[in-house]
């Protein structure tokens, strides 16, 4: 390989679709159409398994492990926060209650930094063939935000090979007026 030159996307780094795993992407309050989405996908393909990831961007990664998970720790470390444990517990608890009905095997893994890196990570690591996330409608300053940075999903179709699915959290009335 050229230093400098980035393998693109092509036939021949696709991941097969069946029988391999997915990722999801998932946030603290989010509603629970993406797990359902991904149950729905994991069903269709034969009960593949369903990989959920946070990315906690108040923590840094330490280690990256071949099995997708990481080492973590908080950004500042005069500052330790033990919330994210909380965290990790209130999240798998929603998994669990959202994916009760859920016949296919799913994990859950507490990741940190850029949600984009971390879920290509995992995906990687996973050997996934899709990664999924969840769109919203942002507020006039997460607009801002995303319009200098880019979306969660924008900046993974950017950085990894892998199709992104989005599943769609709010919709716009295309016949009302647009608040800009």
Known sequence: MVFGKVPQ????????????????????????????????????????????????????????????????????????????????????????????????????????GRADRALTHLARAVDASVIIVGAKHPSSTERVREFLAGSVAVRLTRHQHRPVLIVPLAVIDWKAPTKW
């Open 9 to 112: 996307p092509s036939p021949q780094r696709m991941v097969p679709v069946p029988g391999h795993p997915i990722v999801v992407g998932v946030i603290p309050g989010q509603p629970a159409l993406v797990a359902l989405t991904a149950a729905a996908w994991s069903d269709a393909l034969g009960g593949v398994p369903i990989y959920f990831g946070y990315s906690d961007p108040e923590r840094i990664v330490d280690a990256e492990y071949a099995d997708g998970t990481v080492r973590h720790s908080d950004i500042d470390p005069d500052q330790a926060d033990d919330g994210w444990e909380e965290r990790e517990r209130e999240i798998r608890a929603f998994l669990a209650g959202v994916l009760g009905d859920h016949k296919g095997p799913w994990e859950f893994r507490y990741l940190a």
